[in-house]
Structures are given as C-alpha cells and as structure tokens.
C-alpha cells in the first residue's frame, strides 16, 4: 500500500471533509460483494492501535479527550477499521460544560463498536456493526466535485461512456485554494519498536469567503513494512473544524494477507438510510 496516501487517508481524512472543497457524498447502493482481482503480489498488513483524539467544543478551555483501542486490516487498496472500545481518559476540570456533551457523544456509538471499510481505489466507504445488523455505504466526493442530488441512471452494458476533454492542468485546478502545502523528511528513528523514518507535513487553505483551514503533523513510517505508518499524529482548526488534535499509535503489526471476505458487510445485514442509522444506539 502506498504509505504517503495512508497518511492523509487517516489523519485528514476526516478534518478536510469538513473543510472547503472537502465533502462526502451519500449513497444508498448496496457494496459489490463480488471480490476484486487479486494483484499479482498483493500487499497486507494486520494490526491493532490506540487512538486519541482531543477537540475544543465551545472554546479552546473546553477540551473533550476520547480514547480509542482499534484494530485494522489493509489488503491492497482496502483498509478496515474496527473501533472496539472508546472511552473518556481525560477532560479539561475546567470544561464543565463539556462533560454533558461528552457523556451525550458517548452515547452516539452502538454497544460493541463499529467497523468501516474504505478503499481508496472505489473511493468508497462502507460502515456496519453488529449490534445494529445494519450497514451503510457512500462515495468520496473527488476534489471540487460536490454530491450528487439525485442517483443517475445505471448505463446499460452496451452504452459509450462520453468523451472526456484532456486537461493536464487538471491536478493544479484543484490546488486552487491551497494557500501552503509542505511535506519535508525530518529523519530517522525507532518508533513502537520499528525502524522509522519521520514525515512532517502542512497544509493550509483558503476558498477567500471565509472557509479556512489548517493542519501540521507527523508521519513514522516504519522501514521494515514497506514504510507503513506506526505513528500518526495531526492537529487541526477551521472555520467549520474546532482546533483538534490526533494522536495514532500502531502498538502491533503483522505482515500478513487478510482474506477478501473481511472486507465485505456481513450476510443478512440490512441497508441503512444513512451513516447515523448504523451508529446510533
């Protein structure tokens, strides 16, 4: 798997979809459970992590921290993500405020966890738990394209795909609010075990209507798994985007092919309306 797009995938992922241009797009249409051709040297890696996440909820004194413990599967372009467990390890004492809602985002997960597949290549993710026997599935939006509103009409097998115009511009078109973007090799070291090398990066953008937003964070690379992640960590802030912080560390790896049927929502799972349908208690 290529680790500099891992990178991104996981520490903002979810922070520049709230930011400008950023935007998930919904979809209702069942994934293919129909496994993808295997490459001729499929990569893969099983793991577990921790995850800790601290966000201001109404001001920067009012900080929420929730911890994770997760375990995760990547087979080629697929990776999935199982959250077991999420507790509070620390609240600001000051933020007393802060502790209603963080009692009431306790609450917004199914008892058990849950599991969400992405793969980069369909650009699509794919969320279901147990608890809830339900699963739900939509589409990345690409950079400056926004949802669509209505679903558009299956093309029969037949039909002659349009003719798309050749813009090589098209990469930098994107750019076009990017104010700063940096990605620089810091060094190397030992991280959780593993011979790493460091990865520093920032990003900065702005639409010029007010939509900022701003991230700065670390990448170790571990050298001995083809450069795959052990240690993630991310900060962020924006208009839409409270000043977040991320920590992500891999406390275990193991190279080794996950079968295609782990990628895949359960049999006798029935379709959700929406992503909040199969995470709600």
Known sequence: MNALRFVPLLALAGAVGCGPGGPLGDSTSPPSTASPAASATPSGVVGNAELVVQT??????NSLTVGGHIAFEQRDTRVRIDVISIAIPGMNPTASAAAGAGAAAMQFFPPGGFTVVLDQKAMTYT?????????????????????????TQTPMPNATPPAIAFD????????????????????????????????????ERDDGQGNTFESHGQAQLADDLDEFPVQLQASAKGKTVPTSSLRLDLTRLERRLPPNGDFVVPSGYALAQSPQEVLGR
């Open 56 to 61: 201001a909820l109404f001001s920067p004194d």
């Open 168 to 203: 090589p511009l098209t990469a930098f078109k994107a750019l076009k609010n990017v104010k700063t973007f940096s990605i620089v090799l810091k060094g190397h070291g030992t991280t959780n075990g593993h011979p790493t090398t460091e990865y520093d990066y920032q990003v």
């Open 127 to 151: 969320l279901w738990a147990t608890a809830k026997q339900k699963y739900y599935t939509g589409k990345f939006s690409r950079p400056g394209a926004g949802p669509s509103p209505l679903p």
